[in-house]
């Protein structure tokens, strides 16, 4: 069984529709994929009636913002109640935080190179989330960058000129707030540091305490050292391992089932979760 357990669409900042991201997984073979857009349920019922029309299970999930020590902390929550009001409250916040965010940036690199707020909307394709990647896409058009990529590691970077923060709950809060919600809380990419600083091992205990689940080992923005490191964090706090290509379309290199998560542990998310997976 092949699962893939983090994929996003054009309701955040995936570059295809819900629906276009299960006939992708279908596509490559995969047998379960997880739909887990930033911030937002909004591509749950497009993704699920597709899922049942490709004959692939889906995971609904969430992408859901955090923060710790002052560094991002990203948690996908699983087969959540997405009407739950903690976590609804936090989600609605977290969303239009970033949009701000996003408008301020733009303020700042239309200084220096030719984007408006109107380049970022136009490619944002009706996201509900507005954020980083639209902006990125907007200079790519613009000829200011070749690619998403450069854009990130360039104009983009979380400690360059142009970076301004946004609200994000609390790691733990945010971890409480998905258990609240019946989600299962699994730490996304937490040893990315080619991307910026990463948590140290501490944080991994404050976040069971408050109900973490397991944690993302196998993706493709962490190096041997860093899957060694976390792979003996969660045998050490008795944590789920998942591995997910974090696909996002055209949007970046990931492709759907470079990495995969076993049968045994997509079991043991739906055991704990308040929706069941949806099969054809």
């Known amino acids: 069984m092949r699962i893939d357990l983090h994929t996003h669409s054009t309701a955040s900042d995936g570059t295809g529709s819900p629906a276009q991201v299960i006939a992708e997984a279908a596509a490559a073979g995969l047998d379960v994929v997880a739909l887990t857009d930033h911030d937002t349920t909004a591509g749950w019922a497009e993704a699920a009636e597709a899922a049942r ?5 889906l995971v609904r999930g969430t992408e859901v913002s955090g923060r710790s020590r002052g560094i991002s902390v990203h948690l996908l929550s699983y087969l959540q109640d997405p009407e739950h009001p903690a976590l609804v409250a936090e989600l609605d916040l977290t969303r239009e935080a970033r949009v ?5 940036m733009v303020e700042k690199l239309s200084r220096d190179v030719p984007i408006t707020w109107q380049d970022v909307l136009e490619h944002s ?3 509900v989330v507005v954020g ?16 998403r990529d450069v854009a990130f590691h360039d104009l983009l970077r979380a400690d360059g000129r142009y970076h301004v923060p ?3 709950p609390d790691a733990p ?3 409480a707030a998905i258990r609240a919600a019946g989600g299962v809380p699994v730490f996304a990419h937490p040893g990315a540091d080619a991307r910026g600083r990463v948590v140290p091992d501490a944080v991994f205990d404050e976040l069971v305490e408050a109900g973490l689940a397991g944690i993302e080992v196998f993706h493709r923005d962490h190096s041997p050292a ?4 976390l792979s003996g964090i969660a045998a050490r706090l008795g944590l789920l ?3 997910s290509s974090d696909y996002h379309g055209s949007g970046k290199a990931n492709r759907l089932g470079e990495n995969l998560t076993e049968p045994h542990v997509l079991a043991a998310i739906e055991e704990q979760g308040e929706f069941e997976v949806i099969r054809a």
């Open 226 to 229: 860093q899957r060694e490191r």
């Open 132 to 147: 980083r990647p639209h902006i990125a896409d907007a200079l790519v058009a613009r000829g200011v960058v070749p690619s």
């Open 166 to 168: 946004h609200y994000a």
């Open 173 to 175: 809060d945010a971890v």
């Open 53 to 57: 029309a490709h004959g692939v299970a």
């Open 100 to 104: 701000h965010r996003a408008q301020r």
């Open 125 to 127: 394709r009706g996201a």
């Open 241 to 243: 391992v998942t591995g």
